[in-house]
């Protein structure tokens, strides 16, 4: 894997691990949540600060990032897709 893919993987399995959505980990990390969504499929190219940042509202060092997985492992699942709660007017 390259760093970029590894970036991706463990971004993926840290959120999910945790249940969090990419729009609650952008909010917490003050990134964009279609950029944070374009790291996981490996579309952007993150800066060093931005890992980072991403990283602290992860609760990980920045190196848990580039954590290389075992030759063995499944690619991380999606948190399933969630429902708006329901309107109170």
Known sequence: MNARQLV?????????????????????????RAYLGGLERETENPTVDLLDKVAQALGQPVGALFAVPNADANPPKPLPPGRKAPSTK
């Open 8 to 32: 991706a993987w463990n971004l993926r399995r840290l959120r999910v691990e945790r249940g969090l959505s990419q729009e609650k980990l952008a909010a917490d990390a003050q990134v964009d």
